[in-house]
């Protein structure tokens, strides 16, 4: 899958290097604006590749050395030391999230840090701080503290207990779970279609 993809992402690649704006576009853009839109995406593209190239060495030796099944017995181990139970699923999976969410933030730090601040700033759209940047990456932390275990504890006993419609509980869990978050952080608007003449 990555070296499909990979493969389309050079064939788009070489396409933001052609020059000459598409004639199906001169009414609509102007000839600055498309170079500024290029140099962006080549800027985002060339990015992309490094992300995804160093990723997928990253996924490929947790995998191949084991590290996942290791990081899942040594996070049990970690709960006695909070006087915690070890054979409690539920705490033992929530462990075992809260140290895949630090790797996970310590690996996409830099990553973020070069798209924001070099790469989004080079061009005009960079709009934050470093102070901000921290401050909105606490406040995804904390979110995540705050909603993540609840959801996760919910969908083990779903687990559990669901027997032969697990996956239609699973799916209405999700429906309705989707139908209570999403207008927290989001706001939904109605689109109305005008049919001219």
């Known amino acids: 899958m990555y070296l499909f993809e990979t493969y389309l992402d050079l064939r788009q690649h070489a396409t933001l290097k052609l020059p000459t704006l598409p004639k199906t576009l001169e009414a609509v853009i102007s000839q600055e604006k498309f170079e500024k839109s290029r140099a962006y995406s080549l800027d985002k593209s060339h990015f992309y590749f490094v992300h995804e190239f160093v990723t997928i060495l990253i996924d490929s030796a947790i995998l191949f050395f084991g590290i996942l099944p ?110 209570v978050i999403a207008p927290l952080f989001n706001k939904f608007t109605p689109v109305r279609w005008h049919c001219g003449k």
């Open 70 to 179: 290791w990081f899942w017995k040594k996070s049990g181990t970690f709960l006695p030391l909070l006087g915690l139970i070890e054979e409690n699923e539920i705490l033992h999976t929530l462990s075992f999230f809260a140290g895949a969410m630090i790797w996970s933030q310590i690996t996409d730090l830099p990553f973020s840090l070069y798209s924001t601040f070099v790469i989004e700033a080079r061009h005009g759209f960079n709009k934050q701080t470093i102070w901000l940047f921290f401050r909105d990456l606490i406040k995804g932390i904390c979110l995540a503290i705050v909603l993540g275990p609840p959801i996760v504890s919910a969908i083990i006993v779903i687990v559990q207990s669901g027997g032969p419609y697990l996956a239609i509980y699973l799916w209405a869990f999700m429906f309705v779970l989707s139908l």
